[in-house]
């Protein structure tokens, strides 16, 4: 098979957008071996099969700047020095599927079984649009698979790979009912469960935003960013008043505006209330005080007292477990 660089772009080797080529005086273009490695095998380093010393005397790598360089005009030449029936044998050790798919050798088992859940996998995020669709679907790659082995668990055949994001993600992938986290069964992969889980490691790089979605199952996500910029600057008055008015049915137009009266009454201004631009801004205890101080009098109902007491319940409760979670987290 013929590897030009034409080939090397549409098979992702090449990235034109964001290339790690350079132009070498002597030999032309040049790409670090680190990242031919890891694409073709998943790993950093060369396959054990072959020696560094082997490719050097070949002349198909050289040490520019102290890092190993692949002379991209010599890479079929590279890739020949490794056979793949002999790569074969250690699916544990390396990733094959773009080694594979790009000399069109077929797969053979937990190999192949990997490419087609990443095969599925890919369709079903491509089937839905949302943010973090488009940010998974780029750690695992659209045009070749991303993931690099890390390690390999002998007793449960399990392997584990690193998907790049702002801090890497590892999934685990194997053949058993195993209860851990990240774990894909690949006789049974569940590919929602997995954007979920997927999903929840990458909010928990932003605990902010992590809060915020969760309080988002709840309310207005405009109303659970306010409440968690909030809570991190408990001082600062931020929570416009109208916002907590436009989720409280009063009993009247009349009960709202004595209500407003009385709270203000009960706290001196610039405490936990403040007046800025004619509109009245409270700060985290503010909002606390607004739905303790809720008397049934100034309600529409029964039930809407009932419905306020559980909301704030649910903020309150929402707050700790989001904060136990990233703290058992860490």
Request: charged share 20%; glycine share 2%; hydrophobic share 40%.
């Amino acid at each position: 098979m013929e590897i030009t660089y034409s080939t090397m772009r549409e098979c992702g080797l090449i990235d034109d957008v964001n290339s790690n080529v350079i132009i070498h005086p002597k030999h032309d273009k040049i790409i670090p071996l680190t990242l031919v490695n890891m694409f073709l095998f998943g790993v950093n380093t060369m396959p054990h099969m072959v020696c560094t010393q082997s490719v050097v005397d070949k002349k198909y790598i050289i040490s520019y700047n102290n890092i190993y360089y692949l002379i991209l005009s010599k890479l079929k030449h590279y890739i020949d020095m490794f056979d793949p029936d002999n790569l074969q044998k250690y699916q544990d050790k390396y990733i094959l599927i773009n080694f594979n798919n790009m000399l069109n050798i077929k797969l053979e088992g937990l190999q192949s079984m990997l490419y087609t859940f990443y095969k599925e996998f890919i369709l079903y995020l491509n089937k839905n649009k949302p943010l973090f669709y488009n940010i998974i679907k780029k750690m695992f790659g659209e045009k070749y698979f991303k993931g690099r082995i890390t390690c390999h668990e002998p007793n449960t055949n399990v392997i584990s790979i690193l998907f790049n994001s702002s801090k890497p993600i590892v999934v685990h992938f194997g053949l058993l009912e195993l209860n851990i986290p990240l774990y894909v069964n690949l006789s049974s992969a569940d590919n929602n469960s997995l954007y979920e889980e997927i999903k929840k490691q990458i909010l928990l790089q932003d605990p902010d935003q992590y809060i915020v979605n969760n309080l988002a199952t709840f309310m207005d996500i405009s109303i659970a960013r306010l409440i968690v910029t909030s809570h991190n600057n408990k001082m600062e008055h931020v929570i416009p008043l109208e916002q907590l008015l436009s989720v409280t049915v009063f009993k009247s137009e009349e009960k709202k505006m004595e209500y407003i009266d009385f709270f203000a009454s009960l706290y001196e201004e610039n405490t936990i209330w403040c007046y800025k631009d004619n509109i009245v801004y409270l700060n985290f205890d503010g909002l606390n005080k607004y739905f303790l101080n809720l008397e049934l009098k100034y309600l529409d109902s029964f039930e809407m007292k009932d419905t306020i007491n559980t909301f704030y319940s649910m903020i309150m409760s929402e707050l700790i477990e989001c904060y136990k979670y990233m703290y058992s987290m860490k």
